[in-house]
């Protein structure tokens, strides 16, 4: 605990369980390749850091970055980060994120090519210029997943079981291949904001159920739904969202509850 340590161009093989516990951070440099390997970001603080300079690469073969919540103090403000000059993060496609508790946020992200998984908590993933792409996967199976910063997706993005969120704005053109499970929606939150660009969008056979939440905004098109029992627009409670130069078409149930505006 409370210690920074190193890997630098390192393969971490098969098998191999390296932990990073409460207020520590492993730093990798040179890049960094988990063939059949996990790394388990143990309690608050743990950190995985990137450093350098341009791209660092985190590739492998079935390659796993876990989190585990062993009940020091808390399962939050763990991270996985870059640190140096125009430093960013490329995943490649034989890694996943498994993110089961608390917090944990991806930050600097420039691509991804792997899995990122929210079975539980919150993870979120950010970057000035990102994108997922290829075999990149980003899934809310019982988590909810955040995404934030200048992206596009031509890979996939999946509402599984909870929610994806829209922190910043993203305009339907970027939004690529998106899918939803029974309980699964996507959500326009706070600072989100889902830009039609002239366009129509049907719900249903894309997100289900869109949330607004409270400053959340849908601009410039028209939205509809094909399916109005499963696929309805709802702002949250306690919130105010927009509409902004918007045609709400055929089919569409747009819900403001109690508190809401």
Not at 52 to 58: D, H, I, N, T, Y
Not at 126 to 150: D, F, Y
Not at 233 to 255: H, P, R
């Amino acid at each position: 605990e409370y210690s920074q340590a190193t890997l630098d161009q390192m393969t971490l093989g098969s098998g191999l369980n390296a932990n990073v516990p409460y207020a520590s951070t492993l730093v990798v440099t040179g890049g960094l390749n988990l063939n059949g390997a996990t790394i388990n970001l143990k309690d608050a603080y743990a950190s995985l850091r990137f450093d350098g300079s341009g791209v660092q690469q985190l590739n492998g073969i079935n390659g796993t970055i876990a989190d585990v919540f062993t009940g020091r103090y808390s399962p939050y403000n763990r991270q996985i980060t870059t640190s140096g000059t125009n430093t960013s993060l490329q995943i490649g496609s034989g890694v996943t994120v498994n993110h089961s508790t608390g917090d944990l946020t991806i930050s600097n992200l420039s691509g991804n090519q792997g899995t990122l998984l929210a079975t539980g908590g919150t993870l979120n993933v950010s970057g000035s210029n990102w994108s997922n792409t290829g075999t990149g996967l980003i899934e809310a199976s019982g988590g909810r997943v955040v995404l934030s910063g200048a992206w596009i997706n031509s890979g996939s993005l999946s509402a599984n079981t909870s929610t994806i969120a829209f922190a910043s704005p993203v305009p339907l053109s970027n939004l690529g291949s998106v899918s939803y499970g029974s309980t699964g929606n996507f959500e326009v939150a706070n600072g989100g904001i889902l830009d039609l660009g002239g366009g129509s969008f049907d719900l249903a056979p894309n997100m289900g159920s869109l949330t607004l939440s409270n400053g959340g905004v849908i601009r410039n098109g028209t939205l509809l739904s094909s399916n109005p029992s499963t696929a309805q627009l709802n702002l949250t409670e306690y919130s105010q969202a927009t509409l902004d130069q918007m045609t709400l078409g055929s089919g569409l149930n747009a819900n403001v509850p109690y508190a809401s505006t």
